[in-house]
């Protein structure tokens, strides 16, 4: 998950764990309704385990916007009771929007998919890292 101050990206890896894909995007809700939707796509696809995205600083510390990802991972895990990953997301949004840009999508359109994508790539960046193992 792409965890933003509007939105949440979602993907979800396939059966065997090898490929990411961009599942939808989690419009945040005063009311914390997002969570109430992340845990019926947990059930739809029989989600196992949770990655959520970690912003850290380019010198690597945690700021602000980590400290609220890390308080949203805190949350999900104690709510579906399943355990949850931070994975370094440094970046992703930002390759994402690049990727989208070089596929000549406007921008209008961009803003409707880049949350999923930067998603799709924070997960295939967690399930890479696993098989090199």
Do not use: C
Request: glycine letters at 6%; zero cysteines.
């Amino acid at each position: 998950m792409d965890y933003g101050d509007r939105n949440i990206g979602v993907a979800i890896s396939d059966a065997f764990g090898w490929t990411a894909q961009g599942k939808e995007v989690v419009h945040k809700r005063r009311d914390g309704g997002e969570v109430e939707r992340i845990a019926e796509l947990v059930k739809e696809y029989e989600v196992t385990e949770i990655v959520v995205g970690l912003p850290k600083n380019m010198n690597n510390t945690i700021g602000p916007r980590g400290e609220i990802s890390i308080a949203f991972a805190e949350q999900l895990q104690t709510r579906l009771n399943l355990p949850v990953h931070l994975w370094d997301e440094r970046l992703t949004t930002v390759s994402a929007e690049r990727t989208l840009i070089e596929a000549d999508v406007s921008r209008k359109k961009r803003k409707l998919v880049v949350d999923k994508m930067a998603a799709t790539l924070i997960l295939q960046n967690y399930l890479d890292s696993k098989t090199k193992r």
